[in-house]
């Protein structure tokens, strides 16, 4: 009812949208009237700003439409009416890339650009740039030199914009007014100086030499604009960056200068650049969180917004800096805007001590049902920071989160909570118990269904493996009894979870499948079904392939694997061993690194599941005719550089192993544009045992683009051992000098040379593909009867912690660490690695590595697989 009031209201007033419902073929249909013999603007004005309107919220016009509507806005010319004439700009702007022929009103608006109307005239500019290309350009060349350096401060600012968008399909003619915008940036208008300098940078930015000499001229001079200066701080502090220079260089100087400029806006830009800065030094540091900290008590919330959130992001990487602001954050606590409050609330999360954790946290219950979901998620972020930091306060933040989850909130929100209490019970085995009660309470009022059904595989993981198990299983049945299909389907599979772990609560289990199995869904019939079978037979090495670890292959790769199994007509039994292994799912840095920092994520759309390297390259190497008998890719490696980043040629190398052979991907780059590179190959040195098929050489190399060159090899197949080798690697090609500026050669016939390239090196890792393993101790036992085992003990002396020969054990071997056996508790002296894989050929692989540390670290290393040569050569390569 109030908000039926409200709206009544709002129509009383007038108020809302007057153009809320119109209709695409109303408004071309209204659109007719531009056509008439004259021209009316009390009537044409408002069907133009429909049309506007309706194009920029999204309205897709075809270009029959577009050429139609565009042509009788041209008619519009003969009006005088000055609202109605700066619509046809904006109108000619928005057509100008859908409708055709718009070429047609280059008279008009270049009359308009150089007439003495000066409301017309900028405008005009915008409109005549939208319409031109590359072509034409060298007609309107002299206008815009002089629209550049005019008085009129408007049309000088449009030139500029104009030019800079312009810069995209006519790079090298807008080089040509580089004197103009020289001029334009001793302007004393600030938008026109800061427009001049963005083109001048622009033009300029490729060449460092000139960019430099930019620079130092322009920060021995006054800029009046602030926000030239804004910008001339930023080009400053990449310049930096780039070059790695000393504190004390002029552009250190210049930042540092700023400091004590009028504007708070460059005063704010030049600490941003410092804290920011990989070579700051303390002292440059010091100062530039002395000016946040003023800024925190400033009368201006933005100023205060700015500070306290860059503080925020500062706290990540230098939290003892960020502690002399801890008071000035604090009294930030109970500011008006809730924004401000959250970002210091979160900020004294990270840099505060573990004795102040409690204080913070009641502080924070005050408000934070006040705020909005997207400044809950940062405080979420800085809680589970905070939680990793102190473990031992891992009970007060449990129990502030869980009243967190009880809380309204959205997806992305409760998201956030359920994922920080998984991060606690992953890391903290103390918090297990705690975190799974927390998280069985919040599915049983849990509205988001994706979220239920992660908590319920978590549930059938994890629980199993607490002290009491059979807490849980009422939790997981209510589910069935209650929930949707997708929730129901999910409890079943970790009841199923349950039954396989937990022989004592076999019985039970049982009995509640039974019960599934006259479930209304099909889904949930099939999975209890399944489940029940499966448990009725105990035997524990169905348990462990069917149940605990679930089908890990790449559904893609399956689905093609199938189409071409069945397109073959092949009477053999479809091996799934074949298909390539899904990718063990990684988090996303980028969302990390932002949700850490604090920064502020807009929710986007749901992430899709991330697509293994293997299937990216999969489609492309197929259309090889050489590859195709090959079977399924099993590997890519990641990127290899074979030369620096800085020389003629660059050359990276990506090896794609198969069951038997292996692909070496060189992708080459020529970056001297005076040559043309023709007939490129990279001629190989194998080892003893390869031998190589095909060699696929890059016809022609242009300056700037990249070829491919293909190395095709077999696999040693008598002896493992030697599938372990270092190719010596010489690119070889055809040079033909060409002109820079066309990119033609200037000869028919070139000249042959050769470029020595880095050593290219086969390694294990590159031919086993990682898997996860939920139960890695029933896959060990199961292995013992039917797998060759070999062991060995080795002396690491070269490392000097666990966590180190963790880190190089793992990376060497190429496998996936199983039951977290990857992070090794603080203090201690022993530690045992499990790792679990697949060696090409679908072979599976299970490591034991038992470490001690003494004087240097000994590891005992027990290797079983399938093929008794896979485990010699992981031995054998360890040694």
């Known amino acids: 009812m109030s908000s039926f009031k409200r709206d009544k209201k709002e129509e009383e007033d007038g108020g809302g949208n007057p153009f809320q419902n119109i209709e695409k073929t109303t408004v071309l249909q209204e659109a007719r009237i531009f056509n ?10 408002p069907i133009l700003t429909k049309l506007l309107y309706m194009l920029n919220q999204g309205e897709q016009l075809s270009a029959k439409e577009a050429t139609d509507v565009f042509f009788a806005m041209t008619k519009l010319f003969q009006s005088k009416d000055v609202i109605l004439r700066r619509l046809v700009y904006l109108g000619i702007k928005e057509l100008s890339s859908i409708a055709d022929d718009v070429i047609i009103v280059t008279s008009s608006l270049t009359k308009d650009m150089t007439g003495k109307e000066d409301m017309y005239r900028a405008a005009a500019i915008r409109a005549l740039c939208s319409i031109t290309d590359a072509t034409m350009l060298q007609a309107i060349e002299r206008y815009m030199k002089q629209a550049i350096v005019d008085r009129n401060s408007s049309v000088s600012s449009a030139a500029l914009v104009s030019s800079l968008h312009m810069t995209k399909f006519a790079p090298d003619v807008v080089k040509r007014w580089a004197n103009e915008a020289q001029e334009a940036v001793n302007s004393d208008n600030i938008m026109v100086q800061y427009h001049a300098l963005g083109l001048l940078y622009h033009i300029r930015k490729t060449d ?40 004390s260089s002029p552009y250190s100087q210049f930042i540092e200068s700023c400091f004590r400029h009028k504007s708070e806006m460059v005063v704010y830009e030049a600490a941003y650049a410092i804290v920011n800065l990989e070579y700051s030094t303390s002292r440059e540091l010091a100062q530039a969180i002395s000016v946040l900290q003023l800024f925190c008590g400033a009368p201006k919330p933005t100023l205060r917004f700015a500070a306290v959130r860059t503080l925020n992001q500062v706290a990540i990487s230098h939290p003892t800096a960020v502690a002399a ?46 705020i909005s979901d997207e400044f809950k998620v940062v405080v979420v972020q800085a809680i589970r920071a905070l939680t990793l930091k102190f473990p031992r306060k891992h009970s007060v933040l449990m129990n502030f989160l869980s009243a967190m989850l009880r809380d309204e909130g959205g997806l992305e929100y409760k998201a956030s909570i359920a994922d920080t209490i998984i991060t606690i019970i992953q890391d903290n085995p103390e918090a297990k118990e705690t975190g799974l009660a927390h998280l069985c309470e919040f599915i049983e009022d849990c509205e988001h269904v994706s979220l239920a059904v992660r908590i319920l595989n978590l549930l059938g993981k994890e629980g199993p493996k607490t002290k009491q198990p059979s807490r849980y299983i009422r939790f997981i049945y209510n589910r069935v009894i209650l929930e949707c299909p997708s929730i129901r389907a999910a409890a079943v599979s970790a009841m199923a979870q349950f039954g396989a772990s937990c022989p004592d609560l076999l019985e039970n289990i049982q009995v509640l499948l039974a019960r599934c199995q006259m479930d209304s869904d099909d889904e949930v019939r099939d999975r209890a ?14 348990y462990n392939n069917y149940i605990l670890d679930t089908l890990q292959v790449s559904i893609p790769a399956l689905a093609r694997s199938l189409t071409e199994y069945l397109q073959s007509g092949t009477e053999r039994p479809f091996d799934i061993k074949t298909v390539p292994v899904a990718a063990v799912s990684k988090p996303d840095e980028l969302e990390i690194k932002q949700k850490t920092e604090g920064m502020l994520v807009s929710s986007g759309p749901a992430k899709a599941q991330p697509v293994s390297r293997e299937e ?21 490696s990641e990127v290899v550089e074979l030369t620096e980043s800085e020389t003629e040629y660059v050359v990276r190398c990506i090896k794609h192993s198969y069951a038997k052979h292996v692909v070496l991907q060189f992708d080459c780059l020529n970056t001297l544009n005076d040559q043309l590179l023709e007939n490129v190959r990279i001629q190989l040195d194998p080892s003893e045992g390869y031998e190589i098929l095909k060699e696929i050489p890059c016809e022609k190399l242009s300056y700037n683009e990249t070829g491919t060159v293909y190395v095709i090899l077999n696999f040693p197949e008598d002896d493992l051992l030697n599938s372990i080798g270092t190719f010596g690697a010489v690119m070889k090609f055809i040079i033909k000098d060409c002109d820079p500026a066309t990119g033609l050669p200037d000869i028919d016939e070139g000249y042959d040379d050769k470029y020595i390239l880095e050593d ?36 690491l002396s070269s490392m000097s912690s666990l966590e180190e020969a963790v880190t190089n054990i793992v990376k060497f071997l190429g496998l996936q660490p199983a039951e977290r056996s990857d992070k090794v508790p603080k203090g201690k002296t022993t530690h045992t690695l499990l790792l679990a894989g697949i060696f090409r050929g679908g072979i599976d692989i299970l490591v034991r590595a ?13 290797v079983r697989s399938q093929d008794e040569s896979v485990a010699e050569l992981i031995t054998s390569a360890v040694g």
């Open 36 to 45: 008439e013999t004259s021209v009316n603007p009390r009537k044409c004005t």
């Open 616 to 636: 990216n390259f999969a489609e492309k190497l197929s259309s090889l005719p050489e590859v195709q008998s090959f079977g399924p890719l099993f590997r890519s």
């Open 760 to 795: 290219l090196e086969i390694t294990l890792g590159d031919q086993i593909q990682k898997i996860s393993k939920a139960n890695w101790g029933a896959a060990w036992e199961e292995a013992e009867s039917s797998f060759h085992e070999m062991e060995d003990t080795y002396a």
């Open 529 to 542: 079904t399944y489940y029940s079978n499966i448990l009725a037979k105990k035997d524990k090495s169905l």
């Open 850 to 862: 038992k470490l001690a540390l003494a004087d240097g670290v000994t590891m005992q290393l027990t």
């Open 208 to 247: 460092r030499l000139a960019v430099t000499k930019l620079v130092a001229r322009l920060t021995k001079m006054s800029l009046k604009s602030p926000y030239a200066v804004c910008m001339l701080i930023r080009i400053a502090a990449k310049l930096m960056e780039e070059e790695g220079v000393e504190s």
């Open 325 to 370: 602001c801890n008071l000035d954050l604090e009294n930030l606590i109970t500011d008006s805007n809730r924004s401000i409050a959250t970002l210091a609330i979160t900020t004294l999360l990270k840099t505060g001590a573990e004795s102040s954790v409690d204080r913070l946290m009641k502080q924070i219950a005050t408000f934070v049902s006040e």
